[in-house]
């Protein structure tokens, strides 16, 4: 909102794990007018129950939600493309079995080719390079220090 100016009409494209970051988003981005790409690979999706309010809430506010495997499909279109953690506190022991699972999701500028030509990077952070690539990381479109200190402020 601070960089946009608003929410509404916004595409936000996740693309990465089906976690409790992913869920967030799903609870309240159609609320929030705006429209939701994600991509997570089989066996990573979101819970089901959260999907099926998300789909219920994309109807009621009229919005647009899309579930796929397809990274370059979820970034097509996309103002925001968001990332996180593929291996989350506890999830250690997995490590290997994820990383495999989560070629081809790395976000880099390939993956924001297909997005508008405004895009914007977010990830909560601690980020790890095999989630996003450097340069886009630290490109000018990365908001994730601007995120980083504007969830310093709800604490």
Not at 36 to 62: C, H, M, V, W
Request: glycine share 6%; aromatic share 10%; proline share 4%.
């Amino acid at each position: 909102q601070e960089h946009f100016g608003g929410l509404k009409g916004l595409t936000i494209a996740w693309i990465g794990d089906g976690n409790n970051v992913l869920q967030s988003f799903m609870t309240s981005a159609a609320k929030l007018g705006m429209h939701l790409r994600i991509a997570t690979p089989r066996g990573f999706e979101p819970d089901l129950r959260i999907t099926k309010i998300t789909e219920q809430n994309s109807k009621e506010y009229a919005t647009k939600l899309l579930l796929t495997t397809d990274p370059l499909e979820a970034a097509d279109g996309a103002n925001v493309l968001v990332t996180d953690t593929w291996i989350s506190m506890g999830q250690e022991e997995e490590k290997q079995e994820r990383l495999k699972a989560f070629q081809g999701y790395q976000v880099t500028m390939q993956t924001a080719k297909s997005a508008a030509s405004n895009w914007t990077f977010l990830h909560c952070l601690p980020r790890k390079p095999e989630e996003v690539d450097d340069e886009v990381f630290y490109s000018p479109r990365s908001l994730v220090f601007q995120e980083a200190e504007n969830r310093k402020w709800t604490i």
